[in-house]
């Protein structure tokens, strides 16, 4: 996996062992860096970084890094994964790259134990997306499928609790409603939402309150700010 940036570089250093190599621009004091923390790097010209999308800000840093074991098939995760306490992501139809790499980055925050959302009609995993995750992507169960609705069935049959996110009439306030030991979030994209039948199938529709100008918040904010109430209760 290739992260991106400075900011990666010192997350990563934080487990030197995890990197595989660094590709920079000759920058003496990163040289420096990488010698103490004993890293294998390679001084390259500017034309090397010319390849990368300019959004990446990769600040001349390219790190080939290990991803852990990770699970990526939802249907072995839930078969093997025995925690009593157990919180996933729904992400429905999430198009900003920026948005899905924040939310991966809160997820691994707060130690959510994966991230599920669809194979198609969505941004899937890209070098914008693991940018914005600042790398936070190779600590975090990954859970492509073909189709949100069946997998939500696929949960519940897993005692799972399924908790939907929508400004809708007789939603529930979030911080108002007890979380299951065993709970799905969903959250929608940033200009349509939860599909209708997904909130059909879910148990309990949420919201945040709005109290100022505002309607609603940024999809990566609002998961946050739900994430953390969730793991308040439950960790």
Same mark, same amino acid.
């Given at each position: ?114 991230? /599920?959302? $669809? ?5 899937? !995993?890209?070098? @914008?997306?693991?940018?914005? #995750? &600042? %790398? ?68 309990? /529709?949420? $919201? ?5 100008? !505002?309607?609603? @918040?940024?999809?990566?904010? #609002? &998961? %946050? ?11």
């Amino acid at each position: 996996m290739q992260l991106f940036g400075k900011k990666a570089l010192m997350d990563s250093l934080q487990k030197p062992q995890t990197i595989v190599v660094v590709n920079i621009l000759h920058d003496i004091n990163l040289e420096n860096l990488l010698q103490k923390h004993n890293v294998k790097f390679n001084i390259k010209d500017k034309n090397y970084f010319k390849q990368f999308d300019e959004k990446l800000n990769h600040q001349n840093v390219v790190l080939e890094v290990v991803n852990n074991e990770k699970y990526d098939d939802i249907e072995k995760f839930l078969n093997e994964n025995k925690n009593e306490v157990s919180i996933l992501l729904i992400i429905d139809s999430i198009q900003d790259p920026q948005n899905f790499g924040s939310i991966i980055r809160t997820c691994e925050a707060f130690g959510v134990d994966g991230i /599920i959302y $669809k194979k198609n009609s969505q941004v899937q !995993v890209n070098d @914008l997306v693991v940018k914005a #995750s &600042t %790398g936070a992507i190779k600590n975090v169960n990954m859970f492509p499928v073909v189709n949100l609705s069946s997998t939500v069935e696929l949960l519940k049959k897993h005692n799972y609790w399924i908790y939907a996110s929508a400004l809708q009439d007789k939603t529930i306030d979030y911080a108002k409603i007890k979380y299951d030991k065993k709970t799905v979030l969903i959250v929608g994209s940033e200009q349509s939402g939860i599909s209708q039948l997904l909130l059909k199938n879910s148990d309990f /529709i949420i $919201k945040i309150p709005m109290f100022g100008t !505002v309607q609603s @918040l940024n999809a990566s904010v #609002s &998961t %946050g700010i739900m994430v953390a109430e969730i793991v308040k209760q439950l960790k």
